[in-house]
């Protein structure tokens, strides 16, 4: 079965500080997707990456970097120069082929952003 | 503009009443999804449906219903026989019918039981 661990329930860090965000999953598949998903305090959750598993190349989008490690099953998310716009709460999903594509959610990092 | 709008944004039940939460889309989208999310757990699948009249239940289908007669819409409704329905409820769609596609969300639904 498929599973998706966020151990940090919450952190919180100053402004311009770094942040990063720990995601492990578990899956017996060979294909599948992960994904990182930020809600913002309106409520709906806004995509920001998918990466499949073939391609373990870490992404950099402006602030936002990915490292992504098949061996340690992590896909973590780093947050450079925070801001107090980036408070919000960070989901990592997974989706395997073998179960439909069906996302599974971790239990979400809320990150508070302190000016 | 477009997107997925969720209706009402708030809404309080009596025990034992049925309930309707609205999805509507204007985006085009064949997939559209509910998902439910509880402190702490993350969001689990309600049901979803990849194409006009037909839809699958997720992984805590049980007391909820929808239906899936226009491409636009896809309507939950939260049934008396939900032990727990206090929670918040998001809709998605999604323009790849397969589930590894992008997700646009709407701002959801937060339903209390009183």
Known sequence: ?115 | DGGITQSPKYLFRKEGQNVTLSCEQNLNHDAMYWYRQDPGQGLRLIYYSQIVNDFQKGDIAEGYSVSREKKESFPLTVTSAQKNPTAFYLCASSRETGLSGELFFGEGSRLTVL
């Open chain 1, 1 to 115: 079965a498929q599973k998706v661990t966020q151990a940090q329930t919450e952190i919180s860090v100053v402004e311009k500080e770094d942040v990063t965000l720990d995601c492990v999953y578990e899956t017996r598949d060979t294909t599948y997707y992960l994904f990182w998903y930020k809600q913002p305090p309106s409520g709906e959750l806004v995509f920001l990456i998918r990466r499949n598993s073939f391609d373990e190349q870490n992404e950099i989008s402006g602030r936002y970097s990915w490292n992504f490690q098949k061996s340690t099953s992590s896909f973590n998310f780093t947050i450079t120069a925070s801001q107090v716009v980036d408070s919000a709460v960070y989901f990592c999903a997974l989706s395997e082929e073998a179960a439909g594509n069906k996302l599974t959610f971790g239990g979400g990092t809320r990150v508070l952003v302190k000016p």
